[in-house]
């Protein structure tokens, strides 16, 4: 198989790292994308123009979007891969979050994300000869059960109405000639910089000081070393499942990784099965009598 081109955003640490460096070693060509290129000089000395391209990206501005696409073509021909992993988290209670914070949050871990979507998109119809292309949106295990102290971070871009609804959307709307596929990738607790020092923690909210609270209890998993046990996922496990299913000619529309969602997916099933058998009677005789 021919080496195929990769577009990742926030590849300086954690998991977009991770995913970057694995498929460097893989022969595989990668457009890196993030704020500061000097994060990835290690990885500038170490691999030619030919298999690495660094490129400043503020997923904020559509301009900067934009511009990344068109220096990805220019330089390789084409895009085969997009990994939408750029993001970030505030740890607090949802009245204890800032709303400047919150706005910016959504910024970056929505619009942010729906800016590469919808590029990535037209890139991959308009652009790449023969068409088509595939999209791994980074989410998480937050779009399965929404932890106390981080509700706006699952609600900005992981919770099911935001970036996973848009995909899901979008998966209907795709015309199947354009042989565009798009899998959402749920990574459950990984250990990386993320939820440490990456994460901005906001001070409790005044009534929620209470120390048995779930927020109160909550933080404690965002605080090294307790947070280890908790964040117990290897982000080279992580990158190598990315690896495996860009291969797969019929991947799924969702794909949890690491044990923790998948419990979490299991447990969310037989919630809302549980819900709806008990209330389906709610919805009978609910209708226009003509």
Excluded: C
Excluded at 1 to 23: F, Q, Y
Excluded at 42 to 64: E, F, M, W
Excluded at 241 to 251: G, Q, R, T, W, Y
Aim: aromatic share 8%.
């Amino acid at each position: 198989m021919s080496p195929r081109v990769w577009l990742i955003t926030g590849s300086s640490t954690g998991l977009g790292r991770a995913v970057t460096e694995l498929l460097l070693e893989n022969g595989e060509i990668v457009v890196a994308t993030l704020r500061k290129p000097e994060a990835l000089s290690d990885l500038i000395t170490k691999y030619p123009a030919q298999k690495l391209l660094v490129v400043q990206l503020d997923v904020k501005r559509k301009t900067d979007v934009d511009i990344a696409f068109a220096k990805a073509k220019e330089a390789f021909g084409r895009v085969d891969i997009v990994v939408n992993n750029a993001g970030y988290g505030i740890v607090a209670e949802i009245e204890g979050t800032s709303e400047d914070r919150a706005r910016d949050l959504f910024e970056v871990n929505f619009w942010g994300a729906a800016y590469i979507t919808r590029e990535a998109v037209r890139f991959f119809r308009e652009e790449n000869k023969p068409i088509g292309g595939r999209i791994l949106q980074v989410s998480s295990k937050g779009a399965i059960d929404s932890n106390p102290g981080t509700g706006f971070y699952n609600a900005s871009t992981k919770a099911l109405i935001a970036l996973e609804g848009l995909s899901e959307a979008l998966v209907s709307e795709l015309d199947p000639s354009w042989n565009i596929k798009i899998t959402i990738v749920q990574p459950g607790p990984f250990r990386t910089k993320a939820p440490f020092e990456n994460a901005i923690h906001e001070p409790p909210h005044p009534a929620y000081t209470k120390p048995d609270l779930p927020t109160i209890m909550g933080r404690a998993l965002f605080k090294l070393p307790e947070g280890n046990a908790y964040f117990n996922g290897d982000p080279k496990k992580f990158a190598a499942a990315v690896l495996k299913i860009s291969s797969d000619e019929n991947p799924p529309l969702r794909l949890p990784l690491q044990e923790k969602t998948v419990e979490a997916m299991k447990q969310k099933i037989a919630t809302l099965s549980a819900s709806v058998d008990e209330f389906a009677s709610w919805s009978n005789d609910l209708n226009f009598v003509d």
